[in-house]
């Protein structure tokens, strides 16, 4: 089962951008359509954005679809989260996660759902002034 490491958090001012990245520690991304969700503090997961396996099709979650944008890069193994125009209330851990059953080929799942794979530690966005 694939193993997922979160990179790319930290401090940032409203409006301000940051880009996440999402490596396999093993095996390839390519099996696994990936997507990300984030958990701020005393509040329930939120899922975000999703990617294909092929990378072609995406889809995000009303709240970041016109400031987040996901991508995968198969030459670096790696799906990314680029974050503009960020909000103090985008504050948490931000993981990503794998889907070895997506609904389709040109279609993925938002996690979190039962059964999603690999999500690592996580990295922290903060997003204060």
């Known amino acids: 089962q694939v193993q997922l490491v979160e990179s790319g958090g930290g401090l940032v001012q409203p409006g301000g951008s940051l880009r996440l990245s999402c490596i396999a520690s093993?095996?390839?991304?390519?099996?696994?359509?990936i997507g990300w969700f984030r958990q701020a503090p005393g509040k329930a997961r939120e899922g975000l954005s999703c990617?294909?396996?092929?990378?072609?099709?995406?889809s995000y979650v009303q709240s970041v679809e016109e400031r987040f944008t996901i991508s995968r890069d198969k030459g670096e193994n790696a799906v990314f989260l680029q974050m503009n125009g960020l909000k103090p209330e985008d504050t948490g851990v931000y993981y990503c996660?794998?889907?070895?059953?997506?609904?389709?080929?040109?279609?993925?799942?938002?996690?979190?759902?039962?059964?999603?794979?690999?999500w690592g530690k996580g990295t922290l966005v903060t997003v204060s002034s």
């Open positions: 996660a794998g889907d070895t059953s997506p609904p389709s080929r040109s279609s993925c799942r938002i996690p979190p759902y039962p059964g999603m794979a690999g």
């Open positions: 990617v294909t396996r092929s990378g072609e099709n995406t």
């Open positions: 093993v095996l390839s991304l390519d099996y696994y359509a």
